[in-house]
């Protein structure tokens, strides 16, 4: 099982939107709407931001959406502000009941 | 409050074994999937191990198939891992985590407990 492929590093400017992508395969992102996305601060647990594709539990802000399309699963997030600067993982159901997470993205607000 | 406490974390030799826990509170422990989830310093999340509510299910990934055993005992409130054959990529954080497994979704996670497998 391989990790879903994210870039290592985005960046940008407070108010500014970016997107991170989560790519998979068939076997997973490409077959099944559970992909969610986890943010992780520097020393901290991660905390879910998106779940089933696109769906935000409560309490996070809806400057965060998520999307799919084929076997590529995105994060966006608008009017960046300092506090988004962090980790984030997606995470998808794969087939054979397992979980495979993606590398990693680190988030630089600059 | 919701909390998850993770314990029994060490350093531990090569081809040596520990024991987990993770203390639940705030919550029907009994009526929640759990799984473990670990880092490697430095590194991404790396989905360990998956428990239903009743312990009916279970499902481990590739990398610890037949060396880790996950268990829970809801009239504790409490999860564990035991862990056998332990390697040196075997070090982490380990975090236990509830899991709506239909949703998949991980919405309550412990502080994290680290394992470090070294000689």
């Known amino acids: 099982q391989s990790a879903l492929t994210q870039p290592a590093s985005v960046s940008g400017s407070p108010g500014q939107s970016i997107t991170i992508s989560c790519s998979g395969t068939i076997s997973d992102v490409g077959s099944y709407n559970l992909v969610s996305w986890y943010q992780q601060h520097p020393g901290k647990a991660p905390k879910v931001m998106i779940y089933e594709v696109s769906k935000r539990p409560s309490g996070v802000s809806n400057r965060f959406s998520g999307s799919k399309s084929g076997n590529t699963a995105s994060l966006t997030i608008s009017g960046l502000q300092a506090e988004d600067e962090a980790d984030y993982y997606c995470c998808s159901y794969a087939s054979s009941s397992t979980i495979i997470f993606g590398g990693g993205t680190r988030l630089t607000v600059l | 409050e919701v909390q998850l406490v993770e314990s029994g974390g060490g350093l531990v030799q090569p081809g040596g074994s520990l024991r987990l826990s993770c203390a639940a509170s705030?919550?029907?422990?009994?009526?929640?999937?759990m799984n473990w989830v670990r880092q490697a310093p430095g590194k991404g999340l790396e989905w360990v191990s998956h428990?239903?509510?009743?312990?009916?299910?279970?499902y481990y990934a590739d990398s610890v198939r037949g060396r880790f055993t996950i268990s829970r005992d809801n009239a504790k409130n409490s999860l564990y891992l035991q862990m056998n054959s332990l390697r040196d990529e075997d070090t982490a954080v380990y975090y236990c985590a509830r899991v709506d497994w239909a949703s998949l979704v991980f919405d309550v996670w412990g502080q994290g407990t680290m394992l470090t497998v070294s000689s």
């Open positions: 705030g919550f029907i422990f009994r009526n929640y999937n």
């Open positions: 428990i239903s509510s009743s312990s009916s299910t279970i």
